[in-house]
């Protein structure tokens, strides 16, 4: 058994793929109109056979309540790897992406955590 898709919830998709490929570097792989909303991932340009990321449309009432909750607690939605984390970092500010502070190493790991735009706050990490 492996993880195939996992999803990250967003109050506007197209918002969010602008986000995610534009800023991220991320590709849409996957973008199927369902009704009111798409099936809309992204993947890695790297390794676009990985884990699909689905930018989930917040149609669900609790989700937002959850998505909000998560945002006020300071808490990441989810977690991308970086190779180089003072690199992607300035390169994320160059592009206008607002971090919550810098980089900061915890242990075997350096972190640093952005808003979205799309209500999410995400976590990026290099292990050393």
């Known amino acids: 058994m492996k ?3 996992t999803s990250v919830m967003v109050d506007d998709q197209e918002k969010a793929r602008n986000f995610y490929t534009e800023k991220l570097g991320f590709r849409v792989k996957s973008d199927i109109p ?3 909303y798409n099936w809309l991932t992204v ?17 669900f009432g609790p989700a937002r309540v959850y998505q909000k ?28 992406v607002k971090f919550k ?6 242990g075997n790991v350096t ?7 799309c209500g999410n706050l995400i976590q990026i990490a290099e292990q050393h």
């Open 101 to 106: 502070g810098e980089p900061v190493k915890m």
């Open 34 to 36: 369902v009704g009111e």
């Open 3 to 5: 993880i195939i898709v």
């Open 43 to 59: 993947v890695s340009p790297e390794d676009e056979h990985s884990v699909e990321l689905l930018l989930e449309p917040m149609a």
């Open 69 to 96: 909750e998560l945002f006020d607690a300071n808490i990441p939605a989810t977690m991308f790897g970086v190779d180089d984390i003072q690199e992607t970092y300035d390169k994320l500010l160059e592009l206008g």
């Open 111 to 117: 972190i640093a955590i952005f808003e979205d735009t």
